[in-house]
């Protein structure tokens, strides 16, 4: 790309955000020389949210964006890997288990449809509960 672009238009260039992104927390991976690179973190839901398209960073070349996913959406998946960063979502207190059950009983609605149409409501009961056992 030859013009100035943004997080957000590269986002938006590469598909968008799917619904089980944590927007809140994208990644920015920035070469500063051989051997650094600057990590930052972007909220890019409170950009969406205000307008507030000026704090909107502008991407240099070989910038990369990091779009990780929600945990609800990790404990869908199931795998071990998933399960670790959920662990660590709550251990470093990115998310509460309060907040954690909150979205749970919310998801318990959507099964089925819409955001999960391949989740049963049986099988999301039993992997959450694997889950919050070994919270």
Known sequence: MRERVTA????????????????????LFRKINSDTAEVKVLNLKRIKRTSDLENDLTLQAGDILLV???????????????????????????????????AYQEVLTQLGQGRYPRLTP??????????????
């Open 68 to 102: 990780p996913r929600d945990a609800i959406s990790k404990i869908e998946r199931g795998n071990s890997r998933d399960i670790a960063d959920v662990k660590l979502l709550v251990q470093q207190k990115i998310i509460t288990l309060d907040a954690l059950d909150a």
């Open 8 to 27: 957000i238009q590269a986002i938006m260039l590469a598909g968008g955000m799917k619904e089980s992104a944590r927007s809140s927390q994208i990644l």
């Open 122 to 135: 049986q099988r999301f009961v039993e992997r959450y509960a694997a889950v919050r056992k070994l919270l």
